[in-house]
């Protein structure tokens, strides 16, 4: 008979550095994603803060991570300066349920670490539902604007007398990017990838033939899904490579990263997420203004399926094209297209068989054999038409 395992007291402190090494191992494994190890480490730093770090974890009930969940949620996001919007104050529910799932992996760990005798999660409250659509910022833009930012993105800027509304200074004429910038955006409206496997790109992952050229794109989990490009799109790709990669590359030639990377910053650099997002955004600066609106790599990422999806393509196709595992996660993407409910309505089958009053009363009667039948038939009333 095997004895069961005994229970080992350790602090929060102790247990947090401990899985946060297991998580580190488990990235350099391609288990995790670097992206997603960042975020284990941000939200498990938060949980010890909030559950003290000197407490026996064992000791901790399920009350004092409601408790801790509270805490986090009437707390600011120490990732953003700028206060919550509408005067909402602290995060939101969104942002707590990631923190929620978070914990929960850790105390997993800790129950079969056996740093505790019962995870406590099981008595903690259940996550609350997330209310109400995604935030603006987020959703996908409509055919016209994505067309309009892909057109804006592909004009000089200096060519662009749209005054920039965010206060951004305008590059200087020897920073000419515009070749990079609209590669990147094409890439994002097209192909939908996650901004973090746009920055990690490298020149290797492109497999460029004359009639052919295919991204092997690195997901999450180190996962791996192989795309084609359209035409004009590794047109684009080619003159990126051919014109403005090399000058940026030789500023940085002892790099060795940067040497592998596709995308570049002025100084020679591999690209970052928010290096991404801010291109984005002196793009949308300078749409036209019928068109502009706060949006960000991920909203482009639900453009892209909405889109997809708006002309006929299977959702499976395009769970492919995103590296999603299931069409669940797909469907989450798709946001309501403007008019599509009524476009349905319109071309519903049965649509055609509803008949106005006076050709239903010419169908359903015998033919007219007179005047006196014509008067006698009372009028249609006008409130049924």
């Known amino acids: 008979m095997v004895a069961p395992p005994r229970l080992n007291r350790v602090t929060v402190a102790e247990a947090t550095d ?24 941000r939200d498990i730093t938060e949980l010890r803060a909030l559950l003290g770090a000197a407490r026996v974890l064992d ?10 969940l509270v805490r986090y949620q009437t707390s600011p996001d120490g990732r953003y300066a700028e206060p919550a919007r509408k005067g909402a104050p602290g995060r939101s529910t969104a942002t707590v349920n990631r923190f ?22 099981q008595w903690a409250s259940p996550p609350a539902r997330v209310r109400g659509g995604l935030r603006v910022a987020r959703t996908a833009l409509s055919a016209s604007a994505a ?34 910038d609209r590669l990147v955006i094409a890439l994002l409206l097209v192909l939908g990838p996650r901004v973090s496997e746009l920055a990690r790109a490298d020149v290797a992952d492109f497999t460029r033939e ?4 295919r991204w092997r794109i690195v997901g999450k989990g180190g996962t791996t899904r192989t795309v084609l490009l359209s035409g004009p799109l590794a047109d684009a790709l080619e003159e990126y490579l051919a ?5 940026l590359a030789a500023r940085r030639s002892d790099d060795a990263d940067a040497r592998r990377a596709l995308l570049l910053t002025w100084r020679g650099r591999r690209i970052d997420t928010q290096a991404i997002r801010a291109l984005l955004a002196r793009a949308v600066d300078r749409m036209p203004s019928p068109y502009r609106r706060p949006t960000t790599p991920h909203a482009l990422r639900h ?16 769970a492919e094209l995103l590296g999603h595992r299931s069409i669940a996660t797909t469907g989450v993407y798709l946001d309501r297209i403007e008019g599509e409910l009524g476009a349905a309505i319109r071309s519903h089958p049965l649509s055609a068989g509803l008949l106005r009053s006076e050709e239903a ?25």
Do not use: I, N
């Open 147 to 180: 067309e309009a930012l892909l057109r804006t993105a592909s004009t000089p800027q200096s060519a662009v007398r749209t005054v920039p509304t965010t206060g951004a200074r305008t590059p200087r004429s020897d920073q000419a990017l515009a070749v990079r």
């Open 303 to 318: 453009t892209t399926a909405t889109l997809l999806v708006a002309e006929g393509w299977d959702v499976k196709v395009v």
């Open 243 to 247: 014109e403005l990669r090399p000058r």
């Open 59 to 68: 000791d901790v009930t399920g009350d004092d991570v409601d408790d801790a």
């Open 18 to 41: 401990r899985y946060l090494d297991s998580v580190r191992v488990e990235t350099v494994r391609g288990v995790l994603s670097p992206a997603t190890a960042r975020s284990y480490e």
């Open 210 to 213: 004359p009639d052919e050229t």
């Open 361 to 385: 009363d010419s169908r359903s009667e015998p033919p007219d054999s007179g005047e006196h039948d014509r008067s006698a038939r009372a009028e249609p009333d006008p409130s049924v038409r």
């Open 100 to 121: 929620r799932q978070s914990v929960t992996r850790f105390f997993t760990h800790a129950a079969r670490e056996c740093w505790v005798q019962a995870d406590p999660m």
